[in-house]
């Protein structure tokens, strides 16, 4: 099976971003956003390999992927995989909300 091509909404790289901006602020220094960029970038490899390996959701073709922690959420396309939410699992999960 070929790898499926990971493809990153607006919104997702947008909530990405500020995470990494964060933890750089917070840290004075970009080592530890590097790092978790780097994670993310590996496990969706993974998921680029083998869709199905994400948690099911109660959305049909949405799954989610579990990196420490935060949850990419992505949807599985024929040829393509897209991120949709990059979650982190310590906020009020009343306010969780994934938006194509």
Known sequence: MANKEVV???NSEIQLQ????????RNKSSRYSLKLY???KSELNRVAQNPEIGIKTKLALIKGLIVGD???F???FEDKIMVLK???CR???EKLDIAR
Request: aromatic share 26%; glycine share 0%; hydrophobic share 50%.
């Open 8 to 10: 990153w909404t607006r």
């Open 18 to 25: 500020e995470i990494l901006e964060f933890f750089a602020a």
């Open 38 to 40: 780097k994670k993310f």
């Open 70 to 72: 935060y949850i990419l």
């Open 74 to 76: 992505y949807e599985i």
């Open 86 to 88: 990059v979650w982190d």
């Open 91 to 93: 906020q009020n999960p």
